[in-house]
């Protein structure tokens, strides 16, 4: 079979079965070889680049940097704690030559809870104790340390910021029936003195970034990231998948947004919302995105997919939503929907198109919405830069979003619809 390295790397080191078909660009994922949900899968890729929690997976070709995990002291004293009480984390690699006073903060995603029972299930897992976290991460995409796979950001101070709180590092309350800690503000702002006292005081350029539910967090903690730096220093956020709409799904409900309010209410997020949102619209709505971004005075980047794999799965078309199944078959492979399905798709993309319109007008603000069944195209190295990465008009996503930091020019990519783009890794499940 003939295949890129990247690709190759998949095909024999993965402990998940993945194919990439003759002639196609699809990354198709065999769920049973995992015993995963495709959820899960989604929420997780970039284990995928390391074998990260199957163990004994064999060492890739190309070995991925690996980062150890710094759990941050004296945080409890403060009460930022994980929700089970543990220590939150992160993963330093520091930078070097002309990167050594730029600093990329990267939040790492991982769904929510909403639920009293959905959160302490989270603490038995890493998205909710330090106990459970990899003791190291591969550093990869926007935190590789190689100029030929991040070519702008390879050698800056790179951070990955544990999310173990469950509300996208903005709640801030605590159940004690039940020993569990919503503390995710709280976390937040003891890792960012924990950093500045690192020497991201001293930065001349920053990057807040993030991927699903970290690129929500990097949109609402966008104006407070800015404002622990001099305004001498260049700051800048980037939404990587965190376009999360307010949709309404196949059976005409609002599947996500009745967990954004369980979410909102339970983890006492309301204080924690930009004021500037909640004084006129309802706590819930100010969780999301479309609520939100056109009154971020930071320079903001949201790099989604108008078709994000995610909230297909999760938001439009759940079981819940689907009792029938009608879009199993769909969700799993975009190849397999009909034309009623593609066009509820095109909806939501325009739905997208439209929440981002103001938005888009600012000379400041950055776009690339591209037309792939993706979610989340910063970290992995396929997606953000490599040969034959998801391009629009021949520009990568590292490319474009260098291009937009660093001023070099405006951009403002939207893609044509679906099916146009044929540089898309399009995710398949089987
Ligand atoms: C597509 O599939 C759905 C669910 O099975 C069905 O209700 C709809 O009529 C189909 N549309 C077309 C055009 O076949």
């Known amino acids: 079979m003939k295949c890129d390295i990247l690709f190759c790397f998949y095909l024999c080191c993965s402990t998940l079965i993945i194919v990439v078909q003759g002639g196609s660009k699809d990354v198709v994922v065999d769920l049973e070889g995992r015993g995963q949900g495709i959820l899960s899968y989604v929420e997780n890729q970039n284990d995928v680049m390391s074998g990260n929690g199957d163990g004994g997976a064999p060492s890739p070709p190309a070995k991925p940097l690996m980062v150890g995990l710094t759990l941050i002291r004296g945080a409890d004293s403060k009460g930022a704690v994980c929700l089970d009480g543990t220590l939150p984390g992160y993963h330093l690699h520091r930078g070097s030559g002309t990167g050594a006073n730029s600093w990329l903060i990267q939040l790492e995603g991982g769904g929510w809870c909403d639920t009293m029972r959905s959160c302490v299930f989270r603490k038995t897992t890493r998205r909710g104790s330090s106990k459970f976290m990899e003791k190291q991460l591969p550093f990869t995409g926007i935190l590789s340390e190689k100029p030929e796979e991040n070519p702008d950001f390879f050698n800056w101070n790179r951070v990955k910021l544990r999310y173990c709180d469950g509300a996208s590092f903005t709640g801030d309350s605590q159940n004690e029936a039940s020993q569990i800690y919503f503390r995710g503000q709280r976390i937040w702002s003891v890792a960012m003195e924990e950093l500045m006292s690192l020497g991201m ?85 100010c969780f999301f995105p479309q609520n939100l971004v056109s009154n971020i005075k930071t320079p903001l980047f949201l790099l989604n997919s108008g078709y994000d794999i995610w909230q297909i799965q999760a938001s439009l078309a759940p079981s819940s939503a689907d009792p029938h199944g009608y879009w199993n078959a769909c969700k799993r492979n975009y190849l397999r929907c009909n034309s009623s399905q593609i066009e509820f798709l095109q909806g939501f993309r325009d739905q997208m198109l439209t929440a981002i319109k103001s938005f888009s007008m600012s000379s400041q603000s950055g776009l690339f919405i591209n037309s792939c069944f993706a979610h989340c195209q910063s970290e992995l190295q396929y997606t953000w830069f490599a040969d034959g990465s998801p391009s629009i008009e021949g520009k990568r996503v590292a490319q474009a979003v260098g291009d937009w930091y660093f001023d070099r020019e405006g951009v403002k990519d939207i893609d044509c619809p679906y099916p146009c783009d044929n540089t898309c890794k399009n995710l398949v499940f089987e």
């Open 201 to 285: 005081r001293d930065a001349t350029q920053a990057l807040l970034s993030g991927c699903s539910a970290g690129g929500l967090a990097s949109i609402l903690h966008c104006d407070e990231f800015r404002e622990l730096f001099p305004q001498s220093t260049k700051v800048k956020c980037l939404s990587d998948a965190g376009m999360f709409m307010d949709a309404i799904d196949v059976s005409g409900g609002r599947t996500l947004r009745n967990m954004y309010a369980g979410v909102v209410n339970l983890q006492g997020v309301v204080k924690n919302l930009p004021s500037t949102c909640t004084s006129r619209l309802d706590p819930t709505s």
